[in-house]
C-alpha cells in the first residue's frame, strides 16, 4: 500500500490490529505514511493521523493500544496451544487431514509416470509431486 499512495490520501482501518501484526511495524508504518503526507485514520479506536497535525495524546493512544493488541495476540495463541494440547491428550485432535495420497503418488512414480501427468491424473500440483518424491529419495 505504501508504493500507491499519493500525498493527500487517507488510509481508512478498520481497527489498529488490522494494519499491523506487532507494536514495532505499527508506529512505523504510521510514520512512513505520515511522512509521504497520507493520514490514516483507524475508526474502531476514533484515532487519526496526519502529516500536518501532532497530538501527543494519539501518539500515547496508538502505543498503548497497539501493546493491548500485541498483549491479546498472544494470549489467543497460547489458549489455543494449550487447547489442542488437550483435545490431543483426549484423542479428539487429530490435526489435518493429508489432501493428498502419498501412496497413491509413489505408486504412478515407480511405473514410469511423469511427474506432470501424475499431478494432472491426481488433481495435485506438480511441487507436490518433486516434494513427495525428494522427501522418498
Known amino acids: 500500500m505504501l508504493k500507491f499512495v499519493r500525498e493527500g490520501d487517507t488510509v481508512n482501518v478498520h481497527s489498529i490490529d488490522r494494519l499491523a501484526r506487532n507494536s514495532v511495524d505499527l508506529p512505523r508504518l504510521v510514520g512512513d505514511f505520515k511522512t509521504l503526507g497520507v ?3 483507524f475508526h474502531r479506536e476514533n484515532l487519526t493521523f496526519s502529516s500536518g497535525h501532532q ?8 502505543s498503548m493500544i497497539g501493546a493491548f493488541a500485541k498483549l491479546e495476540r498472544s494470549v489467543l495463541k497460547e489458549r489455543q496451544a494449550e487447547g489442542i494440547e488437550k483435545a490431543k491428550s483426549k484423542g479428539v485432535y487429530q490435526g489435518t487431514k493429508p489432501s493428498i495420497d502419498r501412496n497413491a503418488v509413489l505408486k504412478l ?23 513427495i518424491k525428494a522427501e522418498t529419495a
Open 55 to 62: 497530538d501527543p495524546m494519539n501518539e500515547l493512544m496508538l
Open 109 to 131: 512414480l515407480s511405473e514410469g509416470v511423469s511427474p506432470t501427468q501424475a499431478a494432472k491424473n491426481l488433481g495435485i500440483g506438480r511441487n507436490s509431486i518433486y516434494r
Open 39 to 41: 493520514s490514516v485514520v
